[in-house]
């Protein structure tokens, strides 16, 4: 059987089927919540949730103690998943260098199967909400969501072999990604309506099996493994799956591990305050005066994401005449400027206009990564995807959790604080951009850190 070497389809069903199961499980969260506190479903008409606006009514204090008991819920739900997903993602992603890129691919689409079962049974048969913790650890233990992507990068490294164009084959793959989570935000609001939580739970279980059939049957490997090398299974073998992101900086040079370590936390501190705000998008359009439906959510999270296909046209562009820096300072600006807008939107048109300053919002990750990337040689990328992966689980989760808890405890008098505190945050990464820019750091020196490290090992 012919295989090829392309994996868009691979990112475009597997974010499709992810993307599409989280508004529906926190749309199925909070109508199973509310219909404790309420004894009824969620009223809607027109299009829109009928909402309690009286600040005195009893209704109004039910209905944010709803938000509270969703954000609370929706929040150890992430965290339960979070130490299996931190070792599965460091060893899957890491294993690629010697072993080959598909594990790191299939087994989490593995786990979104198994994952997407619990929450097809949950609602089928109407079992206690804490079940859902179980979906939460089997997707952990094969490796989730931050695996995934971490293989999709590495084997895209693996082809992009021309450093120049790493900016955009990156950016391509979370284009991707943002269309088909986009195209999942339209379609979540009308399958719930349409066909109930029951099917709209099994057509992304379907997708999972297309992507992994498709994994296992059609898409080449990159990294052929030698007969030479040891077998994952044996004691040298185990080592190696951890002793690669320990390697990658205990035999770098200075300067290459002041460069990553400050890539990675310029990377990790915007994905915290980004990723945190944009995750309450959901509960903030719940909630008064906004009182958005599902199909209104839909078309939200569609305008939201899509900002990676603008920020991909942004990247192809800037990159013509613009140093990568320059780029995550203009894409982190973007953001800061469309959450800021968010928190004092009061209508559903200008909640939805805060959509425009945003186009640019996704550029600085897939310049970040690729300018880590650039750094390593060929043999270390898995190891360095492996180490964004580790660090991109820690701060995607701890990021909605901490998020969720502040919106919790302040949605009371002022539901927009979250998004203020994320454009405050956002300063951070500018920061540390601005200090590698400061001190000389330069495209040209991705190539010289590497040619370091080389000649000392030839001298020595």
């Known amino acids: 059987m012919k295989q ?44 829109v949730s009928q909402c309690e606006t009286n600040q005195s009514s009893p209704s109004f204090i039910h209905q944010k ?12 739900l992430d965290l339960s998943g979070l130490v299996p997903s931190l070792v599965m993602s460091l060893i899957l992603v890491s294993y690629g260098d010697r072993h080959g890129r598909k594990a790191s691919l299939v087994l989490p689409s593995v786990g979104g199967l198994l994952s997407v079962l619990v929450y097809f049974a949950t609602s089928f048969f109407s ?16 490796g989730s969501f931050a695996t995934f992507l971490g293989g999709c990068f590495s084997y895209v490294a693996d082809i992009a072999k021309d450093v120049h164009n790493k900016n955009t084959h990156i950016a391509f793959v979370d284009m991707i990604l943002g269309v088909a989570s986009g195209i999942a935000g339209i379609a979540s609001g009308y399958m719930i309506k349409e066909l109930g939580f029951e099917l709209s739970f099994a057509i992304p279980a379907i997708l999972y099996i297309i992507v992994i059939f498709y994994i296992i049957f059609f898409l080449e490997e990159t990294v ?72 209104l959510i839909g078309w939200g999270s569609a305008l939201s994401t899509f900002c990676f296909v603008t920020s991909f046209l942004g990247i192809y562009l800037f990159s013509r005449c613009l140093k990568d820096p320059y780029i995550v300072f203009i894409g982190v600006l973007s953001g800061m400027i469309g959450i800021t807008l968010a928190a004092f939107a009061r209508t ?8 425009i300053p945003i186009l640019f919002a996704a550029m600085p990750l897939p310049v970040l990564r690729s300018m880590m990337s650039k750094v ?26 901490a ?14 604080f979250s998004f203020l505190l994320s454009a405050g945050l956002c300063l951070i990464p500018i920061g540390v951009v601005w200090f590698l820019v400061c001190i000389g750091y330069q495209e040209r020196d991705h190539t010289l850190i590497v040619n370091e490290e080389v000649s000392t090992e030839e001298e020595s």
Request: aromatic residues 16%; hydrophobic residues 50%; contains cysteine.
């Open 376 to 401: 390593v040689l060929e043999d270390e990328q898995g190891a360095l995807f492996a180490c964004i992966a580790c660090l991109e689980c820690i701060t995607g989760v701890l990021a909605i959790s």
């Open 224 to 295: 052929k493994r030698s007969e030479f090398q040891q077998h994952v299974l044996s004691k040298e073998g185990f080592k190696e799956l951890f002793l690669g992101v320990f390697l990658l900086f205990k035999h770098s040079s200075v300067k290459k591990r002041v460069a990553l370590g400050l890539l990675l936390f310029a990377f990790n501190s915007y994905l915290f305050a980004n990723f945190g705000a944009t995750g309450l998008f959901t509960l903030y359009e719940l909630d008064t005066p906004l009182c958005w439906d599902a199909v």
């Open 4 to 47: 090829f070497r392309v994996v868009e389809p691979v990112v475009a069903l597997y974010c499709f089927a992810s993307f599409v199961i989280y508004p529906i499980s926190q749309l199925y969260i909070y109508q199973r919540l509310w219909k404790e506190e309420f004894n009824s479903s969620v009223p809607y008409s027109d299009n």
């Open 127 to 142: 079992l206690p909400l804490e079940i859902l913790y179980a979906s939460s650890l089997i997707s952990g233990f094969l």
């Open 403 to 416: 998020f969720k808890s502040v919106y919790a405890s302040t949605v009371m008098w002022f539901p927009g």
């Open 348 to 355: 559903t048109v200008v909640m939805m206009l805060v959509r």
């Open 65 to 76: 103690e709803v938000q509270r008991r969703v954000s609370y819920f929706t929040s150890t």
